[in-house]
């Protein structure tokens, strides 16, 4: 069998081929195929390649939770431990010492859904933080849609939170709160928490990717965040019983974190199922959802090549 042999386009040793009279590099590289290393693909294939590793992120998000409490003797059950101590601290300071569970009724699984809906936002923001930063060699090593790596850490945050949802509806009907219809309304309530949650992730994964400083900063605002959102209290007796200036009502009422804590007390808790559910709620859950799901994908996409550089 006879061997075929191929020409090089040009002579060994000799410079490659130039240009045409008057043609800039830009145009010579566009005119042989050449595109830049590492430039952003359009949103339409961006969003395809993201698909297509869909399975590595389902895998990576599942790793990540396996890992998060290897090296502790309890091991996963952390993920429980840690909304119940802190929702055992607020019944403490605000149940006990402030009286805040004689303003509202079935305060402690009103206290509980809050603590566990709240930590599903505020553990997914963190994990958000670190999701570039805290993953430079895996991003500098292998080329692959860097929105991957929030999208995984919403997506092991989520299923941190369906771990202790099963915990949740123990503890509700251990408090009275038996399986209804309406606890099915926490499904899509979720659903739209889950995509609210992931669009900030890749939000604060594209800031802290330029500021590292901002994972400092998080705890803090969360924190404040968490108190105006009305975990240990209830914002509606607060709404009837104060004064309060207008823009801080407004706040308050449509504040994300609060809506979909209030949805899904609305869902689970008897006392809340049997109020009327104000008429807006949905539709802002919905319009959060929407808002930093689309716009904090955008966001992140607009730097794609620019995460992993020094």
């Not at 899509?188 to 928490?193: D, E, K, R, T, V």
């Amino acid at each position: 069998m006879s061997s075929q042999t191929i020409s090089p386009p040009f002579a060994v040793g000799a410079a490659p081929p130039s240009g045409l009279p008057g043609e800039t590099p830009r145009e010579f590289a566009l005119r042989h195929g050449l595109t830049v290393s590492g430039q952003r693909p359009s949103l339409g294939a961006y969003v395809r390649q993201l698909w297509a590793r869909r399975h590595f992120i389902t895998a990576f998000a599942t790793a990540k939770l396996t890992a998060q409490y290897s090296q502790a003797r309890l091991g996963q059950l952390w993920q429980l431990m840690t909304p119940l101590l802190n929702a055992a601290v607020y019944y403490f300071i605000f149940g006990i010492l402030l009286g805040t569970s004689k303003q509202v009724p079935d305060f402690v699984p009103f206290l509980v859904t809050g603590v566990f809906i709240w930590t599903f936002t505020a553990n997914s923001i963190m994990a958000g933080t670190k999701a570039i930063s805290g993953n430079l060699g895996l991003v500098r090593a292998v080329h692959f849609p860097r929105a991957a790596l929030p999208v995984a850490f919403a997506l092991q945050q989520f299923q941190q939170l369906l771990f202790s949802m099963g915990v949740l509806l123990l503890i509700l009907m251990g408090f009275g709160e038996f399986p209804e219809p309406s606890w099915l309304l926490a499904v899509p309530a979720l659903a739209l928490q889950a995509a609210f949650n992931t669009g900030l992730a890749m939000a604060m994964a594209r800031i802290s990717a330029r500021t590292p400083d901002v994972a400092q900063l998080m705890p803090f605002l969360l924190r404040t965040w968490m108190y105006a959102s009305g975990v240990m209290w209830s914002i509606s007796t607060i709404l009837k019983d104060h004064d309060l200036p207008e823009w801080v009502m407004l706040g308050l009422q449509y504040n994300p974190a609060a809506v979909y804590i209030d949805l899904v007390r609305f869902a689970l808790i008897d006392s809340y199922t049997s109020a009327q559910l104000p008429p807006h709620v949905w539709a802002v859950a919905l319009g959060w959802a929407a808002l930093c799901g689309v716009g904090g994908f955008m966001y992140f996409w607009k730097a794609e090549e620019r995460y992993g550089r020094g």
